[in-house]
């Protein structure tokens, strides 16, 4: 590895994204600083107190809530979900299973299945493709 990547550096909004955290709930000098990839890769191998609360209650950014929902962002913004979860709010609607959630998880569900679909005609043009040769 070079000494120019080893000293580069991050914005507290694209740590926080790596980290899977809501920026605006992480610590005021982890959003005042900026992250070097060593501080990341530290942060990442061995969070501190304040990141496991994160990771753990929220509350989470809107990638997070909609993993586990089950759901894609747009399926968020669709179901009214704008706003960062916490785990407690995300429990919540896991119980009590609003329409658009089942909805969602269903397009979703879909949309997986379109997309093992698809790889799998992938593959078997490939295959067919190197049989041919």
Do not use: C
């Not at 968020?76 to 009590?96: D, N, Y």
């Amino acid at each position: 590895m070079s000494s120019q990547q080893s000293t580069q550096t991050m914005k507290p909004a694209t740590a926080a994204k790596k980290l899977g955290v809501y920026l605006p709930a992480t610590p005021a000098e982890f959003q005042e600083g900026v992250v070097s990839r060593a501080e990341l890769n530290e942060l990442q191998a061995d969070p501190p107190q304040w990141l496991r609360e994160l990771r753990e209650n929220g509350p989470h950014p809107r990638p997070v809530v909609a993993a586990k929902l089950g759901v894609s962002i747009a399926g968020l913004a669709r179901g009214g979900v704008t706003e960062p979860l916490t785990t407690e709010q995300i429990e919540a609607l896991k119980q009590e299973q609003p329409e658009w959630l089942e909805k969602e998880r269903a397009t979703q569900a879909e949309v997986r299945k379109e997309a093992v679909r698809i790889k799998n005609l992938q593959k078997e043009k490939q295959e067919k493709g190197a049989e041919r040769r």
